[in-house]
């Protein structure tokens, strides 16, 4: 994957584009960056502007999601939730990659008691339940949107370490890794021309596979009142907010749902489609 | 066997001291102060000191620790900051609902994740396999506390065909034996009971499940697919076996190994989704519990809830791999050598 050079990303493109799923899955993230890109031109309404008249109203022309039970533009709303999820994901992917990337890097090349150490660390974040560890975190630092994005990153971090862990540990010995030592490279040097290069391809899935996990962990924190605080319009909190109107306006409820379900769906599309591309065996083996 | 199961028993002990520690640290190296945060704002400086020394909070941490772990060991998780009960008794009192929901959602997740796996697998490329496909697709990328709401919207609220909420109807007695309803009724011997039960389990169990079934589902069929052209099995066809003996017997107990570890691994996606379905269901649980105690910030409870849950999970696991010994026996012999 290294020494693809352009030859080897055609290659890949050509694989990617002919996986139906994974082109759904590209197109429907498009249309969700468009969407958090074109945020103020798309959003018809101020999402946190209340209509104390227009409570609860069902989905017009005016309001084309309906109204909430202050009167906010559903629509607005969910299409402002679209930067907040957006950045969720990206932040907390952010901190599991950087990190995760670095305690494995370090595990796989050190090696002996420091290997030892860091992954039993490891062990034992994972024998937590992912989503009550990002409660237990955000129960000590506080709710809170940025709490629980931060939480989210810091329960994914082992994956990535025991992933970039493993890829170092297969070539960690190899001829070449050897050859650059011998050359007199140093560590750094070596672990980021020779080691990291490798690591790229599955850190590229699992981030991918990532976003669409952190996206839903972070909404269910909000959806329990943990992550983002009202107003914001967050899925998950607008979630949580439209709970108690499931009878009298389905509606408040119908469309962030939906937003979430399609966002992560996208993502896990992606991931899958990448996958494949990257492992022409996965297909071909199945 | 016994060796092995011994070996895996001592393995698991350092994790256990791990999360331990972990836990306690969690809750106590953190800036602020929990007899503050118990006392509120307009505390005097008096009261805060007494409930300090009251919560052993003025000595160091490790002494803290130590007297932590001593009263693990003789079963004493401390009293709840905001109930004043004994931790362990809230614990053993909600635990059987988690449980109980918990395993029914596994069963329902199993049930629907195999049988939808085996059948993509065995009808590649048909329809049957492309909805399979889809389907476990939606099904990992659902937000299960929308979906929770939206069954209780469709079958709960309009159709009417289960309750809304709560574990039994407010008619039923049940005498709780083992904390688990659906042995409690049918130890005595009340079918009426057990149905009830079951009724107000359905939507639960099958909120929580999904996203399990959704992955057993993918695993069986990607796990299936692999050995299906392997051998073994064409030697059971070829020898005359019905295809679906061949199927179950052959290929499937082959390819269980992935899934068998799919599942373990969900065991603690469904501990920790319980938090969420619980409280949507109200239901009287750990998760939900829990989540009360974080609002509280019950130091102890939280503490005592999520070590209990981390327990749980990591004997779930500790179960799997004594059953990945049994079903390949392979595995024992790799690891005694």
Not at chain 1, 63 to 75: A, C, M, P, Q, W
Not at chain 1, 129 to 139: C, D, E, M
Request: net charge neutral; glycine share 10%.
């Amino acid at each position: 994957m290294t020494s693809a050079g352009t030859g080897g990303l055609q290659h890949l493109w050509v694989r990617y584009r002919t996986n139906r799923s994974a082109v759904v899955g590209g197109g429907l993230l498009v249309l969700f960056l468009v969407v958090a890109a074109g945020v103020p031109w798309i959003a018809t309404h101020d999402p946190l502007a209340q209509d104390l008249y227009g409570r609860l109203s069902a989905p017009s022309w005016d309001h084309l999601f309906g109204t909430d039970d202050f009167g906010r533009d559903i629509f607005s709303r969910v299409i402002h939730g679209s930067r907040i999820s957006l950045k969720i994901g990206l932040a907390a992917v952010g901190v599991a990659l950087s990190v995760g990337t670095l305690i494995g890097l370090i595990a796989g090349y050190k090696g002996g008691a420091v290997d030892q150490g860091l992954m039993r660390v490891m062990d034992v974040m994972l024998a937590f339940p992912s989503i009550l560890l990002a409660i237990g975190i955000v129960a000590i630092l506080g709710p809170g949107l940025n709490h629980a994005m931060l939480a989210v990153g810091i329960v994914a971090i082992p994956q990535y370490a025991r992933l970039v862990r493993a890829s170092t540990l297969t070539v960690r010995e190899a001829d070449y890794v050897q050859a650059l030592r011998a050359l007199g490279a140093g560590d750094v040097r070596i672990l980021a021309t020779a080691v990291l290069p490798n690591c790229v391809a599955p850190l590229m899935v699992q981030a991918t596979l990532g976003l669409a996990t952190s996206i839903l962990d972070a909404a269910g924190l909000s959806f329990l009142g943990l992550g983002a605080q009202p107003p914001t319009p967050e899925w998950g909190a607008m979630l949580s907010g439209g709970r108690e109107l499931i009878l009298s306006a389905p509606w408040v409820l119908t469309y962030p749902g939906c937003a979430i379900f399609a966002t992560v769906l996208s993502f896990n599309l992606l991931g899958d489609g990448l996958r494949d591309a990257f492992d022409p065996r996965r297909v071909s083996g199945e | 066997m016994a060796g092995f199961v011994l070996r895996r028993l001592t393995t698991i002990v350092p994790t256990l001291l791990g999360i331990t520690v972990a836990v306690f640290l969690m809750v106590h190296l953190v800036p602020g102060d929990p007899a503050q945060v118990m006392l509120g704002e307009r505390a005097t400086p008096e009261s805060l000191e007494v409930l300090r020394r009251e919560l052993g909070l003025d000595q160091p941490w490790y002494v803290q620790l130590g007297r932590y772990l001593g009263g693990l060991a003789s079963g004493d998780l401390g009293r709840s900051i905001k109930s004043h009960t004994p931790v362990s008794a809230e614990l053993a009192t909600r635990f059987p609902a988690t449980f109980e929901l918990t395993l029914a959602a596994m069963v329902l997740a199993c049930a629907i994740g195999l049988v939808a796996g085996v059948l993509s697998a065995t009808r590649r490329n048909s329809i049957w396999d492309f909805a399979g496909l889809a389907a476990s697709l939606a099904g990992v990328s659902m937000p299960i506390f929308w979906l929770g709401l939206i069954l209780i919207l469709f079958l709960a609220v309009n159709l009417g065909w289960f309750p809304v909420a709560g574990r039994v109807s407010a008619t039923t007695y049940i005498e709780a034996r083992t904390g688990l309803f659906l042995i409690d009724s049918l130890v005595a011997g009340n079918f009426r009971a057990f149905g009830d039960v079951v009724h107000h389990l359905f939507l639960p169990a099958l909120t929580l499940g999904t996203v399990p079934a959704a992955v057993i589902s993918r695993m069986t069929r990607s796990s299936l697919l692999e050995v299906l052209h392997e051998d073994y099995v064409r030697t059971g066809r070829a020898k005359g076996l019905v295809e679906w003996l061949v199927v179950l017997r052959h290929a499937l107990r082959n390819a269980f190994i992935p899934v068998l570890t799919v599942i373990s691994l969900q065991f603690g996606y469904l501990l920790g989704g319980a938090v969420i379905t619980e409280t949507i269901f109200a239901w009287p649980g750990i998760g939900r519990w829990l989540l009360l105690a974080v609002y509280a910030r019950d130091f102890r409870a939280i503490q005592g809830g999520v070590l209990l849950v981390s327990l749980t999970f990591v004997t779930i696991n500790l179960i799997a791999d004594v059953l990945y010994a049994w079903i390949d026996p392979r595995i024992k012999y790799r690891e005694s050598s």
